[in-house]
């Protein structure tokens, strides 16, 4: 294939890297991008991928940052390829009773977890739409279409998100670039939910929770959809999980 770039915002130890690992498989010039704070882990996980045969480049960003963003997206125009696909997968995942939320926490998870895809969404859209092709895929959660105790401030952003979602899948669309959002319904296969809730963890014996690497399989699938077949939303949860919660 042409040489092209795949972006990812979020890209952790666990979805995010799993996602960057497998376009990587196939040819794309990885860019992985989480907080200067986390450049060390972001560095690893580039040098796995370049030890694999891939090409990954690390950046230490805040995307809740326009300026930081714009720069970002023209570095990668400029120096690196192509921008073929951009996914954004910050979670900003808080429990907190209501009075006890914050304004401070409420703008903090808005602008991670909303904000930051939005300005994912709008700088992908300049390099992408000239082109008429490309790939935007939003990490979404149950608290996309679902609040619940204590959630506020999640449940919100990430509403939010799903509507950014929708509103770029119409506008895009016919101009040949495929948006989609996914709602990761249950535990995935993390350290935070090895330490915080072993029980749940224990599922894991009986595929009882999500496995980074088959999440990103999905998200190649999305990408890889013939247009006249573009799924919008896809949901993702064990065959545990009860769909009549979601």
Request: charged share 25%; with cysteine.
């Amino acid at each position: 294939m042409t040489r092209k770039a795949c972006l990812v915002i979020g890209a952790g130890d666990a979805t995010g890297g799993a996602i960057a690992k497998r376009f990587a498989r196939e040819g794309f010039e990885t860019v992985v991008v989480r907080r200067e704070r986390h450049i060390d882990d972001l560095n690893a996980l580039a040098e796995e991928m370049n030890s694999a045969g891939g090409s990954a480049h690390a950046f230490g960003v805040d995307a809740r940052d326009e300026e930081q963003m714009v720069d970002l997206f023209a570095k990668i125009e400029k120096d690196i390829a192509p921008l073929g696909v951009a996914v954004f997968n910050i979670g900003g995942n808080v429990n907190f009773p209501i009075t006890e939320t914050t304004g401070r926490v409420y703008r903090k998870v808005w602008e991670m977890s909303c904000f930051a895809g939005f300005l994912t969404g709008r700088e992908a859209a300049k390099v992408m739409i000239p082109r008429g092709e490309g790939t935007i895929l939003f990490t979404g959660a149950t608290a996309s279409i679902r609040g619940g105790v204590g959630f506020s401030a999640f449940a919100g952003a990430k509403h939010g998100l799903r509507a950014l979602a929708q509103s770029l899948a119409r506008e895009l669309g016919p101009k040949g670039i495929h948006v989609a959002h996914t709602i990761i319904d249950g535990a995935i296969d993390t350290a935070f939910i090895s330490e915080r809730f072993p029980e749940r963890y224990k599922l894991k014996e009986q595929d009882g929770i999500l496995q980074p690497a088959d999440i990103a399989e999905n998200y190649w699938h999305l990408h890889c959809q013939p247009r006249n077949s573009w799924t919008f939303e896809m949901d993702l949860r064990p065959w545990m999980e009860n769909i009549a919660n979601a």
